[in-house]
Nanobody
Framework: QVPLVESGGGSVQAGDSVRLSCAGI????????MAWFRQSPTKDKEFVAG???????YYADSVKGRFSITRDNVKNTLELQMDSLKGEDSSVYYC???????????????????WGRGTQVTVSS
C-alpha cells in the first residue's frame, strides 16, 4: 500500500472549476491503474475517472467531457480537472492506486489497495 493524499477540494458555485491533486504516487505507479472515486453519504463509492499506466484514460458517463484525469510527472501527482461543475458532483473525492489491476477491474473500487483520505467538493446551485 502507498499513502496517498488528496488536496484541492472546496466549496464552489455550479459552473465553476476545481482541480484536485493526489500526492504520494512517487515512482510506484509503474503498472496498473490509478483512479478517482467519489462517495456521498447515501451512496457507495462511485468511479469517476481512471488512468492506466499506458496513458489511456476512462471516465464515468456522468463526467465525460467535463472532467480530465492526468498525471503530473514533474510533481509526481495525479490530477483531476473538474469543469462545469454541477450540484450532483458534490461529494468526497478519493484517489486510489492499483499497480496490479487489469483493465477490466479499473472501475471497481474493491480492486484498489491504496487510498487517500479524501477531499470534499461542494457545489452550490
Amino acid at each position: 500500500q502507498v499513502p496517498l493524499v488528496e488536496s484541492g477540494g472546496g466549496s464552489v458555485q455550479a459552473g465553476d472549476s476545481v482541480r484536485l491533486s493526489c500526492a504520494g504516487i512517487g515512482s510506484t505507479f509503474r503498472s496498473g491503474s490509478m483512479a478517482w472515486f467519489r462517495q456521498s453519504p447515501t451512496k457507495d463509492k462511485e468511479f469517476v475517472a481512471g488512468l492506466r499506466y499506458s496513458g489511456h484514460t476512462y471516465y464515468a458517463d456522468s463526467v465525460k467531457g467535463r472532467f480530465s484525469i492526468t498525471r503530473d510527472n514533474v510533481k509526481n501527482t495525479l490530477e483531476l480537472q473538474m469543469d462545469s461543475l454541477k450540484g450532483e458532483d458534490s461529494s468526497v473525492y478519493y484517489c486510489a492506486m492499483c499497480p496490479r489491476c487489469i483493465l477490466s477491474s479499473l472501475r471497481r473500487a474493491q480492486s484498489y489497495d491504496s487510498w487517500g483520505r479524501g477531499t470534499q467538493v461542494t457545489v452550490s446551485s
